[in-house]
């Protein structure tokens, strides 16, 4: 195999890759995007119902969720700080 035939070759292959990993990470955010939807409208029905009911099951998830979106945001945080506080000292 020449150069030139192997500069194409690892070429087609990289693009490939690239492709390939590309089109898995759509594949698993679109599941993901319908996983979410669907979650949603059943914790939103649930919650519905439960508030008209008299029940306090929608006020607990609506503090459920708070805290699940609230948790990612503190790790950025304290993990900003600490590398932050790393490369100040250096």
Do not use: H
């Amino acid at each position: 195999m020449s150069l030139y035939q192997e500069f194409w070759f690892m070429y087609f292959c990289r693009l490939i890759m690239r492709v390939k990993s590309s089109f898995l990470v759509f594949v698993f955010l679109v599941a993901l995007v319908i996983e979410a939807t669907s979650q949603c409208s059943m914790c939103r029905l649930m919650a519905e119902s439960s508030y008209q009911g008299g029940s306090e099951i929608g006020r607990g998830i609506n503090d459920g969720i708070s805290y699940i979106m609230g948790i990612p945001y503190l790790l950025l945080l304290i993990g900003g700080y600490v590398l932050f506080k790393k490369n100040m000292s250096k």
